[in-house]
Structure formats: C-alpha cells, structure tokens
C-alpha cells in the first residue's frame, strides 16, 4: 500500500487571511488563486503492518500524523506509515510550503489507503491539513468557496491553466524560516481594526478578479493583485503583536517593480506571508524581469512559474 503524488504550490490573487473555525480550517473569506508549474512538493506514503510506528523525514511530525490519522479513519484502518517527502524550493519562507506539502500528502496517503475520492472530498481533506493547500488539487485557476460547513469549503478549478498567459517570478531574498508560522497569525486577525471593513469586500474583490481573469485585462489584474497584497500586510501590520513577514530585499524589489513599470515594463508584484516575492508578468516579458532581477545582489534565486496543474500521482502500487 504505496503511492506517490507531486503537488504544486500556489499563489493566492485575493488572500486567505483568518478562520472562522480553526478546528475545520475555513476561512473567513473566499480567495482565488493560480497552481505554479515549478514549485512543487513530492510525497510518498506507505502504509504497512511491518512498521511500528508512524515514520516522517520531516518536521511537523504532530501535524502530519494528525492528517494521517483522518485519512485512516476514512480508510478504517490502523496500519502506521512511513511518508518521504521533499520540496523543490525553500520552505516556510512564504512560498505556500504547506500548500504543496498537504496536497501531496493528502493523495498520496489517500491512494495508498485504498481510498477513491473525487476532486472536491480531496480539496476539504486538504483544507483540514492547511487551508491553502486545497487550492493545490485542482489545476489552473481556482477558487476557493469559504462555505460554513467542511463539506461547503473546497477550491475547484475556474480557469484552465493555459487560459491567461501570465507567468509567477519568484525572486527568493532569503530562505530563512519566518520567525511567526502564518498558523499563528491567522489566530489574531480581529485585532486589527481594519479585518472587518476588509472582509465586508472580499465577496466583490474575489468577483472582480475572476472577471479581470476571464477579459485577460493584464494591466487591471496587476493592479489589482497589488494592491490586494498589499491590503493583506496591512492587515498584518496592524494586528497584535504585528507581523513583519519583509525584509530589506523584499522592500527593495517592490520599489523596484513601480521604477520598471515607469520604464514600460509591465510587472506587478505580489506577496504571501513572508519575505520572498511574486513578480508577476505577461509570459512574453519573462526574460526582461529576469534580467532586472539577475541585476539585484539581494536576489539569490530565480523561480520561474507559469499556471500549472494541480496535485496528480506519479506512481502507485498495492
């Protein structure tokens, strides 16, 4: 009972910041999002009567047994697991590692548990191991419905992946693990005197990007999505205690992205809840925001994504 499943990372146009229920992980507002083709998590999962206990490569060991644990009761069965997973980027730096990680993990222990589920069952079974990584099951563009209930809350896909083409420049600063996991975070949201006028919007904010997606307006799609990131670290710069996900690389190429876009390069700039920063662009001018990028000392990699699928098996066995 093997399988091994590879899961994208994702990058949230309108954020997933707060939950109106922690245990179930739904969110406080619905977002949308797209699946990066070259950040990706590999997982696999074996359960067997031969292993004594629950065997993990990684950290965050209690998160994942608990997530193998659902998957068990689905399964009825006992059997413990050994699970191997790896990521193709630096993880916990703001680049959606646990998206891609409870995506994969949710697949590939599902499939080696016996189990057959549809797309939606396998988005709230990884909602309730990251909220964001249910955005990792379907391929393309995906909303995700915040529902009251779990079986309301799920991402599906509303745009295939080769409908807009706009490409995600990672520019990683630092692969430093934030100090304050987002987890924590989302647990004091309210104390920002903003967080209520920002959730009254996010119903028509979610609206108008999905028609920004669908006329393919690349330049209201990049101020839009610009100025939303920016709206999410308000949010966090006025919570209790504060959180200060950027550094002086990061602030440097979002100065930067205003000066490129005076000089007629078309780039916006997004971030997630931490230091490294989406730079988004037409996929034509790619190699131009990569060669302004190569200029910066503070860049130290380059990840180059387009709209990719979603969470699928590489291999499986029984």
């Known amino acids: 009972m093997k399988a091994t499943a590879i899961a994208p990372s994702n990058i949230a146009f309108t954020k997933y910041w707060g939950r109106k229920d922690e245990v179930l992980r739904l969110p406080a507002n619905g977002s949308i999002s797209m699946c990066l083709s070259n950040l990706f998590t590999t997982t696999t999962v074996e359960f067997s009567p031969d292993f004594q206990k629950d065997e993990i490569n990684i950290d965050d060991k209690g998160r994942i047994i608990k997530h193998l644990d659902r998957i068990r009761r689905l399964a009825n069965i006992s059997l413990k697991a050994r699970v191997a997973t790896e990521n193709n980027f630096p993880s916990g730096t703001g680049l959606s590692s646990s998206a891609s990680g409870f995506a994969a993990l949710t697949l590939a222990a599902v499939k080696a548990a016996g189990l057959n589920l549809s797309q939606r069952q396998l988005s709230i079974l990884a909602r309730q191991g990251s909220g964001s990584a249910c955005r990792s099951i379907p391929s393309g563009f995906v909303e995700w419905l915040d529902g009251d209930t779990s079986e309301t809350s799920y991402a599906k896909q509303i745009f295939p992946a080769s409908y807009f083409k706009i490409a995600d420049v990672v520019a990683v600063v630092s692969e430093r693990k934030k100090e304050v996991p987002t987890s924590f975070g989302m647990q004091t949201t309210q104390s920002s005197p903003f967080m209520e006028i920002r959730l009254r ?118």
């Open 201 to 318: 919007r996010m119903k028509e904010k979610n609206k108008l990007v999905k028609k920004l997606i669908k006329e393919r307006g690349f330049k209201e799609f990049g101020e839009f999505i610009e100025a939303e990131a920016m709206e999410l670290h308000a949010i966090m710069l006025t919570q209790y205690p504060p959180l200060i996900y950027w550094t002086p690389g990061t602030l440097t190429i979002m100065k930067l992205v205003g000066v490129w876009r005076s000089e007629g390069l078309p780039v916006y700039f997004t971030i997630n809840t931490g230091q490294n920063i989406h730079l988004i662009c037409e996929q034509e001018n790619v190699d131009k925001v990569k060669a302004k990028l190569k200029e910066l000392e503070e860049v130290k990699e380059i990840i180059v994504n387009t709209p990719g699928e979603g969470a699928r098996l590489h291999n499986a066995s029984r």
